[in-house]
């Protein structure tokens, strides 16, 4: 019902009352008191190294974002990951439910565009959560290297290749044979080249941002679009949509 934006509001325990209602494990008055002291934390820039797991969540970040998953924290709906506390009062994120990735959350209708050159620097709308993170001058550098890392390794460096071909290897022909396939094989196969094309393309326009040729922020993009990644060619709905999905 709205989800969690993970915002510091007050002291009230009762304030974050969906934090707790969504708990995998038993929590106690003390541990709910701990999270909050932590928000807190956030909020106002202060202990953040006690307050938050910062190297893994600048990985989380670069990796979620990259994958621009709507939905999710960083979507209006704030919700899709667990909130992770191991005693220490340090804060900690574990993602999940990434099906929608990609364009995914507008139902084959998102703009292709938009998708691609999806801003490095500004994509968590709905909370503040990760602020103090991006406003540190070497978190943010941290941050930055770890999203060339992603690029240049990974997406370029072959390593994505190598995992799309032995994908496409070991399910191509359970595709193609499947008596209950949602779609037929050409469809699956248009379908699996769009990614793998997007990919490519979300990885040319992060080292564009990082480099600095294109903009990073949603307002620079908005001021400047010459430099965008076009990506107009590009058919979300052969990816799938909300109610047909591969």
């Not at 202060?46 to 893994?56: A, K, R, V």
Request: aromatic fraction near 10%; charged fraction near 25%.
């Amino acid at each position: 019902s709205g989800g969690q934006n993970l915002n510091y509001t007050d002291d009230d325990l009762d304030s974050y009352s969906t934090i707790w209602a969504c708990e995998v494990t038993k929590t106690s008055e003390a541990d709910h008191k701990r999270v909050v002291k932590a928000l807190k934390n956030i909020s106002e820039g202060t202990d953040l190294e006690s307050s938050m797991d910062i190297d893994n969540l600048l990985r989380l970040m670069a990796v979620h974002n990259f994958s621009v998953n709507g939905d999710s924290l960083s979507g209006g709906m704030a919700h899709n990951y667990y909130l992770y506390e191991n005693g220490s009062g340090q804060l900690n994120m574990i993602p999940w439910d990434y099906n929608l990735a990609l364009g995914g959350m507008g139902m084959g209708g998102s703009d292709p565009n938009s998708v691609v050159n999806e801003p490095i620097d500004d994509s968590w709308q709905s909370t503040s959560f990760f602020d103090p993170l991006l406003e540190n001058e070497e978190y943010l550098a941290k941050y930055h290297e770890y999203y060339r890392r992603l690029v240049e390794e990974y997406i370029f460096g072959g390593r994505f290749d190598e995992f799309y071909e032995r994908t496409r290897t070991q399910i191509d022909e359970l595709v193609r044979t499947d008596p209950n396939a949602l779609y037929d094989y050409d469809e699956y196969d248009a379908a699996a080249e769009t990614l793998y094309y997007l990919v490519k393309l979300r990885g040319e326009s992060i080292e564009g941002q990082l480099d600095g040729t294109i903009p990073s922020t949603s307002r620079g993009q908005r001021t400047d679009s010459s430099a965008l990644i076009d990506a107009s060619e590009i058919d979300l709905s052969v990816m799938g949509t909300i109610d047909r999905k591969s």
